[in-house]
């Protein structure tokens, strides 16, 4: 019966400090990276998307990396490309692109680090291998 007792409390306590963990206010950093990988991961579906004009093709290339210092003209040219703007997923992405350059020039200008400044790095990324499931 003790053994069983230990395991219920480390499982109550493990789970309280999930909840604890998931109650935590964003930073700045953390709301700046979930906005990246969803801005990227927009760009990859309206990419893949049938339903879209054909000048999402002609658009540029769009993966953020926020310790990058070169994402910031990378998001500047997005928002700035001229075309599809009448096609409501690319005004949609364009204006959460926006929010990020607004995002980490003004409120977060003093949490953020740059660990590199290589352009190419956003325009040919590196990508981690995926993994077989």
Request: aromatic share 6%; proline share 7%; glycine share 0%.
């Amino acid at each position: 019966k003790l053994p069983t007792m230990k395991m219920l409390l480390s499982l109550i306590a493990l789970l309280s400090a999930a909840l604890l963990a998931n109650a935590a206010p964003p930073t700045c950093y953390s709301r700046v990276l979930s906005l990246s990988k969803e801005i990227t991961e927009s760009f990859k579906e309206l990419q893949t998307s049938k339903a879209v004009d054909s000048c999402v093709e002609m658009m540029p290339r769009l993966y953020l990396d926020i310790h990058n210092y070169c994402v910031l003209a990378k998001l500047r040219d997005f928002v700035a490309y001229p075309r599809c703007d009448r096609v409501l997923e690319v005004s949609e992405l364009k204006e959460k692109a926006r929010s990020l350059y607004t995002i980490m020039i003004s409120y977060c200008r003093r949490d953020l680090v740059f660990l590199t400044d290589d352009c190419n790095a956003l325009e040919n990324p590196i990508l981690p291998p995926i993994e077989p499931s």
